[in-house]
Each structure stands twice: as structure tokens, then as C-alpha cells.
């Protein structure tokens, strides 16, 4: 029958350091051993994989860059991968392109109410704008989505001084680090107009 020894304190017979011998197991796993927080350093102490059950992930190195911890398709265990560009639109997958500047200005006087991704305007004259990318883009082959009115100043009759107008991007205009637009609403040839709000998204 194992033998048994009760005792409420342990304390080596030289120094202060208990030492179990080479080749002997301390068993705890029947009891609960309490210890002071400076007694545990996981970053010196904790080796090898510390699975999901046991608070860990399970993975024994790092993904690569810019990918994300996630449970895999059999949802049976964690794994690094790169996260999907694809949404679903209620019918079918779309992919997803992300808005890389934007901006809300007036051009009457060329406040910039709001951006992203703007430094600055170039006022090129009535109705001829340059913005200016803060970073440019990798090329000039992104997509320009605009929305403008000419006054918000008058909205009691519809079509009279608050309207949509268009707007147009100029020939061979669109670089790296800028594109210049057109405001139309003018009544004579070319047409240009400055506007109270002037809104630009721009997506790659």
C-alpha cells in the first residue's frame, strides 16, 4: 500500500530550493497546486504546441504576412489563411473592391468639407478640378464615382437651383497621383459650373 505523508509545509535542509531527483515524477495531477504569479513565465517555461483545449491554438509556427488566424473548413482545428475578397450580395458572389480616396468639397471656394486619402485641390478655373492624391495609387487605371449639386441653398422647388449635375473626368487626365474633373451645369458651351457639394469616391 502507498505510503503517505501528510505535512504542511516542505522546506530544504540547506538553502532555500526542495529538488526532486533525477528521474522521479511529482504527480499533481489528483490535486491543485497554487503558485505565486513570479513563478510562472510562460515565455521561458511553456515549450512545444499548447493545444486549443488547453487555451492554446494548436500551431506550432506562424502563418505568413498579412493572413489571419481562423478555424478551417471542417471547423476541427485553427490554421493561418489569407482572408477572402469575396462577399455574397443576396444572389451571387461579387468581388470586393475597396474604396481608396474620397472627397466632399465646394466649389465655389474650394473647402474640403471631408476625405480620405486627399491632400488637396487644384481649382483650374470654373468647374475644372484637380485632386490630389495624399498616396498615390499603383496606376491610373482606377474608377471615379461622383455625385454633385449646383446649390443646396434653394430646395423649395424641385429642378431650380438644386439639381444633380454631371460630372466628367478630362481626356488623359487621370494619373498615379491625381485626376482632374469637370462640373457641368453651365448654360453656355463648355458648359462648366462650380458647385456647392462636389463629391468624388475613387476605387482600385
Known sequence: MPSKIQ????????GSTVTLPSGQTLDLSSGTVT????????TTKVTGTLPVANGGTGLTSLGT???VLRVNSGATALEFGTVS?????GSSISTAYGLKAWINFNGNNNNIRGSGNVSSITDNGTG??????TTAMPDANYGIANFEYYSLSDNTIPGVNNHMAEGRRNTGSMTAGSF?????GGSAAPYLQDHEQSTFCVYR
Open 65 to 67: 504576412a498579412s493572413q
Open 180 to 184: 482632374r474633373v469637370h462640373t457641368t
Open 128 to 133: 475644372d478640378f484637380t485632386i490630389n492624391f
Open 7 to 14: 505535512v504542511d509545509q516542505i522546506a530544504g535542509a540547506t
Open 35 to 42: 503558485l505565486p504569479n513570479s513563478a510562472v513565465n510562460l
Open 85 to 89: 475578397s469575396n462577399f455574397a450580395d
